[in-house]
Nanobody
Framework: QVQLVESGGGLVQTGDSLRLSCVLS????????VGWFRQPPGEEREFVGA????????NYANSVQGRFTISRTNAKNTLYLQMNNLKPEDAGVYYC????????????????WGQGTQVTVSS
C-alpha cells in the first residue's frame, strides 16, 4: 500500500509559476513509478509527466514539455511538479499517482492516487 497526498495548488495568472508537492508514504516507495495527471473541468484525466523512482528518468506530455519539471527529495518520498509559464489550458485538478512498475502515460495503470489539488490559471 502507498498513500499519496498532493498540495501546492492555487490561483495564479498566465505566465506565473507554481510548484506542486506529492508526499508518498508506505512501504518501498522507491519501487513505484510516480505519475502526475490533471483533469480539466468537464474533461477526462490526462497525463502530465512521470518519473521512475529507481532511475530518476522522467517523461512528459508534449503540452508541458519544457515548462514542467518533476523532481524529488533524496529520500524519494516527496515529489515535486514545477510548473512554469502557466497557461489557462493548464488549469485543472492535479493528481499524483503511483504504479508498481514502469512509467506509464495511462491513468488506468496506476494503482494508487492522491486526492488532487486544484490549479486555476487566470488569463
Amino acid at each position: 500500500q502507498v498513500q499519496l497526498v498532493e498540495s501546492g495548488g492555487g490561483l495564479v495568472q498566465t505566465g506565473d509559476s507554481l510548484r506542486l508537492s506529492c508526499v508518498l508514504s508506505g512501504r518501498t516507495v522507491i519501487a513505484y513509478a510516480v505519475g502526475w495527471f490533471r483533469q480539466p473541468p468537464g474533461e477526462e484525466r490526462e497525463f502530465v509527466g512521470a518519473i521512475n523512482q529507481i532511475t530518476g528518468d522522467t517523461n512528459y506530455a508534449n503540452s508541458v514539455q519544457g515548462r514542467f519539471t518533476i523532481s524529488r527529495t533524496n529520500a524519494k518520498n516527496t515529489l515535486y511538479l514545477q510548473m512554469n509559464n502557466l497557461k489557462p489550458e493548464d488549469a485543472g485538478v492535479y493528481y499524483c499517482a503511483a504504479h508498481r512498475g514502469a512509467r506509464s502515460i495511462f491513468a488506468r495503470e496506476y494503482e494508487y492516487w492522491g486526492q488532487g489539488t486544484q490549479v486555476t490559471v487566470s488569463s
